[in-house]
């Protein structure tokens, strides 16, 4: 058994985050308590998913109305319907891959590329290679409608690294992640791991195609299998569209910079991402209460 100290846990020492994690921790736990998840726990696991989708793809390209993907069962007859179709079987398969994650991440995240991109394309579930790029992260600005945006303008995304160091540095995560599943508790929170792994995934972009789908499905499984939202009811991506892709962006950019400053901002902005799937968890409890799901 692994014993050494987590790499991850001097992250939520930075500035910023250990009040994060407390107050996402307490968000969390209320919600777990509200009355309703004691007999419709599983119909608030479906809600979450679909609105976590509707908001994943949002972020991908393809922002539709809640109620329009809850009414489509089409999703192949145009590049929006097919982000949107990706993101719901990301959202839905997430919760049947968590025992392969805590052995092989590596093997869950080419399933969930395989998953969004499709059969039909042959790069589905295969690492970028030479002379293969890396689709746009942010395809269209979303507004925040939640939060401050960044003051001024922010700067773009510097590309991914080559495939070779992309795949070198996919393997030194699974391995931290490995050593996480066999050490005991003491390590970095949850919130901390998720966010990791959420922000590796974008800075490699280590697929063609669906690279923002991936991490945050990602963020999602983590989240569960390290027990912080074990019936996956928050969904922090319906967080990530409500504060805008501008302060997305800003915080990756700090998250890249690999600064403490900036791995901070990158920290507090995911917590701040997860209170507000909290949020629209709870305003769901509180309509099945009322009768109005």
């Known amino acids: 058994m692994t014993t050494g100290t987590d790499p991850l846990a001097p992250l939520a020492q930075l500035d910023g985050v250990p009040e994060a994690v407390v107050e996402v921790r307490k968000n969390v736990d209320r919600l777990y308590g509200h009355r309703v ?12 998913a679909l609105r976590g989708a509707r908001a994943s793809a949002a972020l991908d390209g393809a922002d539709w109305p809640l109620e329009e993907v809850r009414r489509r069962t089409d999703f192949g007859a145009d590049p929006g319907a097919r982000t949107v179709g990706a993101a719901l ?52 600005e979303l507004g925040a409608t939640e939060g401050e945006a960044p003051g001024g303008p922010v700067g773009e995304l510097p590309p991914p690294p080559p495939p070779a160091e992309a795949a070198a540095r996919l393997d030194q995560l699974a391995g931290l992640l490995a ?4 050490r005991p508790t003491g390590g970095a929170p949850a919130l901390v791991a998720a966010a990791v792994v959420h922000g590796e995934l974008l800075a490699l972009r280590p697929f063609g195609t669906h690279n923002g789908l991936v ?4 963020q999602r499984i983590v989240l569960t299998a390290e027990g912080l939202d074990p019936k ?12 805008g892709t501008a302060a997305y962006r800003h915080a990756l950019l700090g998250y890249l910079e690999g600064t403490p400053e900036g791995v901070s901002r990158w920290l507090v902005h ?24």
């Open 37 to 48: 998840m004691r007999r419709r726990a599983g119909e608030v696991t479906s809600e979450a």
């Open 89 to 140: 079987r990301l959202s839905a398969e997430a919760g049947q891959l968590l025992g392969v994650w805590r052995t092989s991440p590596l093997q869950v995240l080419a399933r969930l590329h395989l998953l969004a991109a499709g059969d039909g394309d042959p790069a589905a579930g295969r690492p970028r290679r030479d002379g293969e790029t890396a689709a746009p992260l942010f395809p269209l």
């Open 179 to 182: 050593a996480r599943a066999e």
């Open 215 to 218: 991490a945050r499905a990602a």
């Open 232 to 243: 996956a009811i928050c969904p922090a991506e319906v967080g990530l569209a409500e504060l």
């Open 270 to 293: 995911c917590a701040a991402a997860l209170g507000l799937g909290v949020r629209e968890s709870t305003a769901v409890c509180e309509a099945m209460q009322r009768g109005m799901v």
